[in-house]
């Protein structure tokens, strides 16, 4: 089981699928895509801000605990911080499992937590 964690400036570039892992039945990505609108009114971005050393721990506690609970494969999380437009990709998560039940199982509990317990704040721009 391995889990990689990166906050990088600005928005995240196109997504290049790469599976290696003898024993993956499933290979699960999901890309946040900053909406136009925020709260009712017309955004030309989100600008992302994080207390970067608790958002890594953040990141990584719930990473690992989701891997063991669901005995995934891999887990790759990036999340931007700093400017993101409109229509780009301002978070990612790519969950590698042996079946997609326990994979699916697991982005979902991930984002309810990043979204709760994470330090990572946006403000609409």
């Not at 699928?17 to 709260?39: L, N, Y």
């Not at 009712?40 to 989100?46: Q, S, Y």
């Not at 719930?62 to 780009?88: C, F, N, Q, R, T």
Request: net charge negative; hydrophobic share 40%; aromatic share 8%.
């Amino acid at each position: 089981m391995s889990i990689k964690i990166r906050l990088t400036q600005g928005p995240l570039p196109p997504l290049t699928p790469s599976i290696s892992t003898p024993g993956s039945g499933a290979w699960i990505a999901f890309d946040g895509i900053v909406r136009p609108t925020e709260d009712g009114e017309d955004i030309n971005g989100l600008y992302y801000e994080a207390y970067r050393p608790m958002a890594e721990q953040q990141l990584e506690s719930i990473g690992k605990e989701l891997l063991e609970k669901h005995a995934l494969i891999s887990m790759d999380i990036e999340h931007s911080v700093g400017l993101v437009p409109i229509y780009a990709c301002s978070f990612r998560l790519i969950i590698e499992s042996a079946h997609r039940k326990e994979g699916l199982a697991a982005m979902d509990g991930f984002i309810d937590r990043l979204k709760q317990d994470v330090p990572i704040w946006k403000s609409a721009k």
